[in-house]
């Protein structure tokens, strides 16, 4: 089943804690998490680790928009997986050039 693009996929509602508890590996979790619920994730043991794919594509400086709360870029999906080297990837602002 595809979810909207804000929607988690699985997390702390308790979908993938029987996994988490069965495996004794590093646990990460991705799909719709936004800084909150991912420190909300790992604060309550949920999963060690968060993926931000899409954010991170659309924020080349993610960590340290997390770190002074920033707002963040929205991402356009139309843009993923284009051959323009110019659209995309790349042309995303870093949040000081804004």
């Not at 988690?8 to 936004?34: E, H, Q, W």
């Not at 604060?43 to 400086?61: C, I, K, T």
């Not at 920033?70 to 080297?85: E, G, V």
Request: proline share 6%.
């Amino acid at each position: 089943m595809i979810k909207a693009q804000q929607e988690k996929c699985d997390g702390p509602d308790g979908t993938l804690l029987p996994m988490r508890k069965a495996f004794s590996g590093t646990f990460i979790v991705s799909g719709g998490y936004n800084r909150e619920d991912g420190n909300k994730v790992v604060g309550e043991g949920h999963a060690d680790l968060v993926a931000y794919g899409r954010w991170f594509l659309a924020n080349p400086d993610l960590r340290r928009r997390f770190e002074i709360n920033a707002p963040l870029n929205n991402y356009d999906r139309a843009t993923f997986y284009t051959h323009d080297p110019v659209v995309g990837y790349t042309d995303y602002p870093f949040y000081e050039s804004l």
